[in-house]
């Protein structure tokens, strides 16, 4: 019998644990919760294989993988396809073009995943998965959430500058601006009492608009 999550296509939100599932994937039966022990995730639906955009983004993931795993990461991909499909995708991409998506991509036929994820907007579509992409952490904590629509791509260098955003954010305490990229100033979190204010006001170690908006180097 299918849960109430399953059937309601709830969208998962940010702090939300990742919800777990076990499904067939190009790489074998994946049962979520343990999938990339101790790494971070970026878990992508797609709305259909062997459609354009959709190889395009696929062969980013694909092509950018060292780059997701100098960050500790690991692609899981999806859609609401068969696993024989999937596989007829992989290899035709791989013969017409040379990118091998070595990375699991879930057949998730029944649309149990794509339900629990919040992956069908039906006013979007009826029958394809939309272009989501969930940033877990290694905890199984969702961080950060985006969803496309059918006929816009999404950004690799959006995904993967965002994916480090979260990472240093958390190892070193601060936030990121606008447009934060590797090497730029952080923000120091704001002071929460009047004598840390008063101490933030002296201090000019950092680079200080007023006492709310300051930045530092790593
Ligand atoms: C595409 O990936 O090109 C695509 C997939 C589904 C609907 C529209 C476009």
């Known amino acids: 019998m299918e849960t109430q999550e399953q059937t309601m296509n709830v969208m998962p939100r940010i702090g939300d644990q990742a ?16 999938f990339a022990k101790d790494k971070w995730v970026i878990l992508f639906s797609h709305p259909a ?27 899981i991909g999806l859609s609401i396809d068969s696993i024989h499909s999937h596989l007829a995708w992989v290899n035709n991409v791989k013969n017409n073009t040379g990118v091998y998506f070595d990375f ?3 057949a998730d036929i029944d649309m149990k ?17 939309v272009r989501a992409v969930f940033f877990i952490d290694p905890s199984k904590k969702i961080r950060l959430v985006m969803y496309y629509p059918l006929n816009v791509g999404r950004n690799m260098d959006e995904i993967l500058r965002a994916l480090e955003a979260l990472q240093v954010s958390d190892e070193n305490g601060v936030a990121m601006p606008l447009n934060w ?14 004598d840390e204010m008063n101490d933030r006001l002296n201090d000019d170690s950092c680079e200080r608009v007023d006492f709310y908006l300051c930045k530092k180097d790593l």
């Open 19 to 34: 919800p777990d599932f076990t499904a067939v994937t190009t790489k074998g039966t994946i049962k979520f919760s343990d």
């Open 49 to 75: 294989d062997f459609t354009p955009v959709c190889t395009t983004e696929m062969s980013g993931f694909a092509k950018r993988k060292s780059e997701f795993e100098a960050l500790n990461t690991e692609l």
């Open 104 to 106: 699991p991509i879930i």
């Open 113 to 129: 995943v794509s339900k629990l994820y919040g992956m069908l907007q039906p006013n979007e579509s009826e029958t394809a998965a």
């Open 181 to 194: 990229k590797k090497g730029d100033k952080v923000i120091i979190p704001p002071p929460k009492n009047l």
